[in-house]
């Protein structure tokens, strides 16, 4: 399935469950309808047809045989209504089936194409979870709401039919009766989806917060520090929040529907009573009053409570598709879904040249003239308090973000100018918060280069890996995590190793290691550092830290602060200049001995 740029309206949700399966979709459409044509008009024939046969078989004047064709008229109607209905349910779920296979994987295709900036904007993450959470669910209701809606229309309009052949003005009544509830349903689904906006920040934040009293991940510290009780209190404060914000709305709402629905009650108890006039003398028969008055019971039911779901739940996905159509208009990365090229170009020269930039909706600049140049084969260590914008260094190599001022050369080339897979193809990062994989330790190393030249075994040799592989229970084809069946979890430094194996699988010639080891203890950080820099001889390799483990280890030392470079050289001559490199190191020198 692919998701089209435009305005998608409530009833759009049709048009997406029919691309995702057609045959059931219709059938689904189809079969309900003819159902309530069934359950109204057929069975209150069938109802009057037995009724007035009994009636007629006790007053002597038709034999009793006659009774057997009308029962089994009715047994076939309430059959057939039975069947239709159960079918109908058969093929709801099989189009939330076919939704969940088309549907979801169209949105994480929309998702993974965003531009970076989307991502770390507060506004437009909001907007993305709302969408993404469960787009399926979303349209299903939408789908069911129209599909109950045009149910409960045919269902009207025939037992209206029998009413204007009988009583035309209380059908005028309950007709005119019904739009002002049409309008206040349709008002109460856009003001529960508003609230449900309004409330996504708490809920973000109590999904958040359940997570570290429930998740797997905290249970040491949970354990050790007993914080339990106040993030439950907090988790209880954004809950409440969330939740008085959308009770507010919906209470409001239910007193209008069921007010206006016992009003209707009363109507129909009006037809009901006016009905019997022309029962008594003689100008309509028992049985029919009865298949009227049961339809009309069953009309205002529809016309109360179903009518005020269905079309509160079709304002809902006119809200939600509002979203949803904001959700696909957000701006993309170019070729943001390309594989990186399967041999990637040589780099002989990296320079970035009064490169400045700003985050989308700051204007504060966190690189403010930076300029540098790298050259091949060579180790360089990027270093500089928390802020510094070293990291911002590395989404703009990788091209993150693109939306920068000055120049960034590759090989003399400006970065901007090479295709997307290209770019892609150039570098491996080893992140900080790098991912854990809940897939094969095989699989996991293979992620680090999707042309895949089955060497995860050799790379897991040069991480370190051997040790731990020997330990697992099916070696590198074992589950880690766990989530899979016989899957094991690794310790904090063993998933750094995977991550660093994942990026030496990589053929890309400029490996960059952004403060993977912050986790660590400055001696392992060393060791780990020092492993690497074994590994990556000959190549060219960023170290990015504000720990400096790495920093003797790199052929050059570039210092960064207020977003430019203020001090560059080896270690020995930064310590013999006796600036901000020297302070830095001397404070953490006890670190590292």
Known sequence: MTLKKKKYKSYDVLSLALKASPICMVLYAALPIT?????????AVATANFVD?????????????????ALVFVLITLGVVNTIGAVAKLTASRVSVNLQRSLNPAVVKIFAAFDYKHIENEKSWELISRVSRDPVKAVTDGVDALIQFAQIIVSIASVFVLIVSQVWWAALVIFLFSVPMFWLSVRAGKKNYQAERDAEKFNRRTEYLGEVLIGRENVDERTLFGYN???????????EAG????VKVTAKNFMISKGSSMLLALISLLVALTLIGPVVNGRMS??????IVSAVFGMIQKLGFQMSRSLENISRAGEYMKD????????????ALTEPDADPISIDSLEFHNVRFCYPGSREYILDGLSFKLETGRHYAFVGKNGAGKTTITKLLTGLYTEYEGEIFVNGKELRQYPVRTVKAMFSVVYQDFAKYYITMKDNIALGDVHSTGKEAEAAHLAGLDEVIGKL?????????KILKDGQDLSGGQWQRVAIARSLVSRAPVRILDEPTSALDPISESN?????????KGKTTIFVSHRLGSTKLADEILVIDGGKITERGTHEALMARNGQYAEMFETQREWYL
């Open 35 to 43: 159902q309530s044509i069934m359950q109204t008009a057929v069975t």
């Open 53 to 69: 046969t009994a009636t007629a078989i006790l007053n002597h004047t038709r034999p009793y045989k006659d009774i057997y064709p």
């Open 229 to 239: 009780d106040t993030v439950n209190r907090v988790w209880q404060e954004q809950y």
């Open 243 to 246: 939740r008085k914000l959308q």
């Open 286 to 291: 028992a049985g029919m009053f009865m298949g």
């Open 324 to 335: 949803f159509s904001e959700f696909v208009a957000l701006s993309e990365a170019e070729d």
């Open 473 to 481: 229970e099916d070696g590198i084809n074992t589950p880690l995590g």
């Open 528 to 536: 780990l550092y020092r492993d690497f820099e074994q590994l990556m």
